[in-house]
């Protein structure tokens, strides 16, 4: 069953605006929750990560926002640019080193 | 410090033989864990490594095998390949517990 659901599948943002994905999941038992960036060709890239103790946490124009009770979390990208366009997937981690991967969002950044 | 590194990055085969793929981890490393990413399943995980035992495992038939040296260097072994194993084959390496995963470029998989 699909223990994680991310949204949008795609997204189109001019330059200079906010990128917004989100990640809804049902297991508590997930303590850690990463993003990763991919672009074609390459494999995933660690872009930000937080833990279910801190609510947000922002790296230069990434943040991720957590809702602990609400089981969501989402990827900010501000002042979003071309070289962002790429696809983003939502993960979290059970039981050491597994992660479950949400189905990816394609984004689009026009100048 | 060098990345993930996976060989070889592309791969042809025919239905019905096996195939090796190789993952070096980033140095200091312990653990490894291989995914399969295709465009309708996304990425799955398949199985992971740490001090050379398998930790967890996926939901995968027995086809898809793997091991891990005692350099944490590993290998995934696929035996009596199908055509719906055609397949980017990811690996990614962390420290120790998983937390921070770090991924190679993959391995393209082409079964015909």
């Known amino acids: 069953q699909q223990q994680v659901k991310q949204s949008p599948q795609s997204l189109i943002v001019q330059k200079g605006g906010i990128s917004i994905i989100n990640c809804a999941y049902e297991?508590?038992?997930?303590?850690?929750f990463p993003w990763y960036q991919q672009f074609p060709g390459k494999g995933p890239a660690l872009l930000i990560a937080?833990?279910?103790?801190?609510s947000e946490k922002k790296e230069g124009r990434f943040t991720i926002s957590f809702n602990k009770s609400a089981k969501q979390f989402s990827l900010h990208i501000m002042d979003s640019q071309p070289g962002d366009s790429a696809t983003y997937f939502c993960?979290?981690?059970?039981?050491?080193?597994?992660?479950?991967f949400g189905t990816g969002t394609r984004l689009q950044v026009f100048p | 410090k060098a990345g993930v590194t996976q060989t070889p990055r592309y791969l042809i085969k025919t239905r019905g033989q096996q195939v090796t793929l190789s993952c070096s981890p980033i140095?200091?490393?312990?653990?490894v864990s291989w995914y399969q990413q295709t465009p309708g399943q996304g990425l799955q995980f398949l199985f992971e490594?740490?001090?050379?035992?398998?930790?967890n495992k996926g939901n995968f038939p027995g086809r898809f095998s793997g091991r891990q040296f005692s350099n944490s260097r590993s290998e995934m072994n696929v035996s009596t390949l199908e055509l719906g194993d055609s397949a980017l084959y990811l690996c990614?390496?962390?420290?120790?517990?998983?937390?921070?995963?770090?991924f190679g470029p993959g391995t393209r998989l082409t079964v015909t």
């Open positions: 990614a390496s962390s420290y120790r517990d998983g937390y921070e995963q770090y």
């Open positions: 297991n508590t038992a997930f303590d850690y």
């Open positions: 937080i833990r279910p103790d801190v």
């Open positions: 993960a979290l981690r059970l039981n050491t080193d597994k992660l479950i």
């Open positions: 140095s200091g490393h312990r653990s």
């Open positions: 490594y740490f001090s050379e035992t398998q930790r």
